[in-house]
């Protein structure tokens, strides 16, 4: 059997530090696109993704678990007990993501492996046997995971990925997807009229 | 023979995007902490450093060519005709910098090899056969090196790591050496009294 990779997901008012550049449909219809270049890359690898949504949404293809709530943590620690492993969790807005990226992940001899995100978050954990860990997102969220990986006496490494590390939540981060990205994302920001400029020292973003 | 890995370095008033965090002699003394970082990582990974310095600079250790001029694509450009290849040119402010990454690097199969940095610069480039490939760094250099591989007829490929890819230039860099660092730049910014904040989102730094 494939092994699960979880993919929490926010439909509805998501990437709301990225107000500035995108109204509240458009950043909707960025965090899908995001999410299919996600999805894409995890079928890609031959994992089974399994879409965590914090509404019910319209969709054919998506295998998806429908939570009440909005507490990622909660509803990931009350899965992980019970969860089929090996297994991973996977941030929704990492869409320079792609198989070999994840297959890294994967191949590790460690007990857990993380992929810390920019600035200090957690976006990829992958867990040998989900039923010894429990997750805290947010705030600093790779040092308390790495705490919890080490009070539970599970070995631990860091993968080194900078496609599983751009997780895209400023203004900066979309200019690294528009210079590395090849998915659904990046043209959809095309299609909004983004493109790069120049500025001192690194390139920069506009919009048309 | 140990391949060749030439690093350019600036010694005198680097790093000016931190000016609003360090004064000069503090970036001075950061500059060169993070090249010790980076010629640790290479000499773990058992490659031979050379410093490319834009001015002498007392070291008994280093390996130096000292260049008049501070144009880094034409001091390149003269050496790369000549030079001992496989060799890569590796920039001087990646503190995040391993051996595991490195060999990660010199292990492609393509003639050409890079690591993008953060914002579209080229933060490592691996070159087969030097004499095929000319440099030109400076605004969205990543995009320019990928086209003169592709003039020149080379295959290429970017190895992901966002130990290489993180690149320090800016306040938020700072935080990425702060949460992954465990070298002599880490140190010498909490010597500083930097420190680890929580912002929303993201971690972010502060100075005591």
Known sequence: MCPHVLIPYKPVNPKTRLSGLLNQEERQ?????????????????????????????ESEDDVQITVPDADLN??????????????????????LADKDALKRVFATEKDVAFVPGRG??????????????HVDYYGGSFAKHVKIAEDAGLSWEVIDSFRLHTDIDEKED?????????GKSRAYLESLGFYLTEEQGRVGIGRK
Chains 1, 2 share one sequence.
């Open 174 to 182: 979309l200019v690294e997807l528009m210079i590395h990205g090849k």
């Open 120 to 133: 200090g978050g957690t976006n990829v954990i992958f867990l040998r046997d989900a039923a010894k860990f």
């Open 29 to 57: 219809a960025f965090a899908r696109a995001m999410l299919d270049d996600v999805l894409f890359a995890v079928k890609d690898a031959n994992y089974s993704p399994v879409i965590i949504a914090t509404e019910l949404y």
């Open 74 to 95: 909660a509803t990931l620690n009350s899965i992980l007990p019970t969860a089929v492993s090996p297994m991973a969790i996977l941030m929704a807005d990492l869409p």
